[in-house]
């Protein structure tokens, strides 16, 4: 590990914000901002934290050391399951009971964030060699902020928890402090607060820190025989009869318990043969872990080895709750990928596990229960087990293998006011896709369901009155056709039957199908048509927002049937406002329409044959009669749809450049589409380039 020492006392000279050479004026004003944003983030976690009712906030902390506290309750601190602390933990708390008791609240919630924010700065500052100055000025401001918004973090603010400071005396040990005595003093103290840091003396002794894990060692070996004799009766209720902490705390198959043995219980598995499973499986873990830990930090990347160790050792614990999971958010600085377009997966996929819910990330899906239910888990074993991360000696470290890209855009859209990066023709990422698409929908239906400012009635009077000014207009047009053809419809029962299946069958299932095509046959036309249906729902979400309006099928007066969802009771006060799936009361812009005039309009200028462009557009007819036929929709419901959409194109246009005219076509898509060999050049194509410049590392 010496050298990968030395590689790393340079490893981020400006993390701290110190370069060489002043920043350009571009850089210097991102940096400013990404600090601001850091601040605002502060700002707002003291203030979501301190507006909470006493009784609601610091929970954690007050069963620690509030006036009922357990560390006052003379006797065992274990006598109820509420501390869940080593009994080095509660040796070190018990004299500051007073203190913290008085320092709840302000004082704890700023020195928290005040570790946060040091955590963030060595992180910046270990980062790996070699490092550009966009990432040396860009990545201390980056890392405290994705802290800040992680849910360890949010929790551990939230519950009063004190799971950060293990973390950062593991790093301080590693990183800031000189002498290895020291240093491995710091990971010990950490171990003796968290059993599982253990599996950082490997890593020291594998790489050659010998006497750092050694000291680390005796340091928590000292602890423990300290915690021992002071509280002997504690010590053996933590080590003998809890087995190390398992059974403290909350249920351990709660979901909250991401490690090994938690995921075997919420599988149903109990008794010795659970018992057996987690031990076995912790082996392996803990192996695999270390070893791919020390062949980073022989590889320079002692960060990441950190960052593996840290979740092999959430994995292999009894227990690991929400506040004890940060080492997976370390991990990001792995660099996974040989094509430009997978290097973004890795990081990406983390820092949205560990910023998001699960339910987000995944839908709410029978067969997805498993991976949602341990999503932090699985990432935290593909860190330590799985991803391959790359060496710093490979070719394609520094230098992915390039995207291809289409012709720059026309010079005649140069005056333009907006930049126009040109057509990329590569195949994206398909996990990439998918996990924007998943949160992108799930934060769709959040927006959609907040659209109409709640459940009360307030919201309901106003969207029936949007209601009657819709229907007014419509009379004054002459095309208020929505009573006549829901009761015509209605009569003929095989008419009604099918516009209820195609109301409730097609909305997805085109949209999905059209972009499943695009992605594999015609990936540049793909990226384009993306662009497209995103700008045209994110202005359908500004039309729920500002103008939540009721459709004829929830107007009581109008006399339309329901036939989707069947006879309604108007007489229910909250009729109609927030339900558990959808946002009734968000109807106009008409998405329903705009989504299949979408796929009509795409299929239309992509489809080779004449009959394939009339058959795209019958999708868009069927469907403006069924959303009419169900009462589901008015008619300028519709065109508010087919706005938005024409809206979606134009900003896909101007924002993106023109659609592509020389990207593979055909069969031949899906191999020319992955770009060309490592080494290999190709015409019209340039290799995309890393955020810091040539041969640097991309920014954290």
Known sequence: ??????????AGAGAFGAAAASPRPGLHAARLGLWLIVGLLAIRQVAVVLATPRAQRLTDLETWVGPRGVLHVKGSLYDSSRFTGTPFGGLVLKPLTKAAEDALGWGWTFG??????????????????????????????VAISLLMLSLPVRDALWLGQTSIIPVLLVLLGCFVVRGRRAGGALIGLAAALQPTMLLFAPLLWCTGRKRAATWTGATFAVCTALAWAALPHDSHTYWVHHMAGVGLGGRADALGNQSLHGALLRFGLTGPLEIALYLALGVVVAVLGAHRAVRYARDGQLLLAVAVTGCAAIAVSPTAWQHQLLWVLLAVVGRAGRRASDRYVWPVAVVL?????????????????????????LAALAAATSVPFLSRTSEHYLTPVPTRYATPAPERRRNLPVSFPRRVLTRPNLLLELLGTRVTYAAYQQVRLAATGGTNSGGRVRAERHGHWILSAERFLHIDVEHAVNHAVVKVDWLRDFFDFYYESFHFVVPLTVLGVLYWRRPADYRWARAALGFATLLALAGFWLFPLAPPRLMPTLGVIDTVHGVQDFSKPDYGTLTALTNQYAAMPSLHFGWALWCGLVIAILAPRGWMKALALLHPFLTLSAIIATGNHWVLDAAGGAAVVICGFALAQALRGPRATNGPTGRSAGKRGRGPRSGEATPGAEPERSASGPGRSAPL
């Open 112 to 141: 928290t964030l005040l570790l946060v924010a040091a955590l963030g700065l060595i992180a910046a500052r270990a980062l790996p060699q070699p490092a550009g100055r966009r990432t040396s000025l860009l990545a201390a401001p």
């Open 1 to 10: 590990m010496a050298d990968a020492e030395r590689s790393q006392g340079t």
């Open 353 to 377: 596990v560990m910023t998001l819910p699960a339910r987000m990330l995944l839908p709410n899906m029978a067969v997805m229960t498993p991976l949602r239910d341990n999503m932090v888990l």
